[in-house]
């Protein structure tokens, strides 16, 4: 069973960023939270995607086994090893329990069963043909057979601009402690059963999206975007679904100063992997509107939370304007003019 010593490779930095064994960028969600959240983007869209979940799991994690050191074997030894870290791996990550292609306490229906897959790809050296059932919340059992197609590495991601770095990361950066507690091969984060999420299944899944029409409906869907936003719909989609989310959720939000926004901030994104949010105007100073600055890996997720903070905070909903500045994303939310013809 793991205990907080398996984190001992990951680098929580007080930036806000997180980084898994490997280096490469994760954030900290809640299982519950992750569930409102899919359930939301999916909706957006005419035809199911659990498919494109499942399979942008399998190649963010492919990508990431190809590149860690403890995940290789040789043709005659280094295979049992191989096992044990991939299984340590997924119980830390807070996924669940991996063995004889089953999963115990998954985290999530879809991404584990793709996060399974590339494990038995990967140890197999060899494609797999997958099917899967789910008898209870708790178990999920996978069915794998010999797939025709060459063992090709996952096609390259261009990411989007509001998914790609903006070099933050880069800068110099003390640690943060987290708080985290692992109960058995459960993560919870506080109180909320949780898991790491890497950064690149996300980017992997709207990548695979570009282009594929999809609607919002609700508070999003007069949100205001410059042309330096491209795939808006997909941007509007993905923050719409986060904001589906954070309502969800009953934590107050109570501001009596622009300095307020700092705790609540840190809070939700910074304490989590997801970058920081910087306030650089409030209209609790006496500016006509509330402007944030939002430095992250995942800034599309970010805004649909922050501007559900901002109307639970302020009361109104928001007239909101988005657009890409320096690699960052500037929020401007308004408070709607009133029309008493």
């Known amino acids: 069973m793991p205990s907080n010593s398996c984190l001992d490779g990951f ?29 939301a983007f999916d909706a957006c869209f005419s035809s199911p995607l659990g498919r494109k979940l499942i399979y942008a799991a399998t190649d963010a ?47 999530h ?13 990967h140890l197999a050296q060899k494609r797999l043909a997958l099917e899967w059932r789910q008898p209870t919340n708790e178990q999920i059992i996978l069915t794998l057979s010999p ?22 990361e880069n800068h110099p950066s003390s640690l943060r402690s987290v708080d985290l507690d692992h109960r058995g091969t459960t993560l ?22 570009r282009g594929r029409p999809s609607m919002v409906n609700g508070p999003l869907s007069d949100w205001e975007f410059e042309s330096s936003i491209e795939e808006s719909d997909l941007f509007k989609a993905v923050a719409h679904a986060s904001h589906v989310a954070y309502n969800n959720t009953d934590g107050p939000v109570y501001l009596q100063a622009a300095d307020d926004w700092r705790g609540h901030l840190s809070l939700h994104f910074s304490d989590r992997g997801f970058g920081s949010v910087e306030v650089r105007q409030s209209i609790l100073a006496g500016d006509d509107c509330t402007e944030f600055v939002v430095h992250s890996h995942l800034p599309a997720m970010v805004a649909g939370t922050v501007v559900g903070m901002w109307c639970r905070a302020h009361g109104h909903r928001g007239k909101v304007r988005c657009s890409l500045h320096d690699g960052c994303l500037n929020l401007t939310v308004r408070k709607p003019r009133m029309n008493y013809e």
Request: hydrophobic letters at 40%; proline letters at 5%.
């Open 147 to 168: 797939n025709q197609q060459a063992m090709t590495p996952p096609p390259s991601v261009q990411p989007l601009a509001w998914l790609s770095s903006n070099g933050e």
């Open 11 to 39: 680098e929580f930095r007080a930036d806000g960023f997180f980084f898994d064994e490997g280096g490469s960028p994760c954030v900290l969600v809640g299982t519950v939270e992750f569930t409102d959240f899919w359930n």
């Open 61 to 107: 994690e492919e990508c990431h086994l190809s590149k860690t050191k403890q995940a290789q074997f040789g043709k005659w030894f280094g295979r049992r090893r191989a096992e044990a870290f991939l299984s340590g791996r997924a119980a830390c990550m807070g996924w669940g329990f991996f063995q004889h292609r089953q999963i115990a306490s998954p985290a």
């Open 188 to 209: 919870f984060a506080g109180q909320a059963k949780s898991f790491f999420l890497p950064v690149s299944v996300i980017q992997r899944l709207i990548d695979g999206l």
């Open 109 to 121: 229906d879809a991404l584990t069963v793709g996060w399974m897959l590339a494990h038995q790809e």
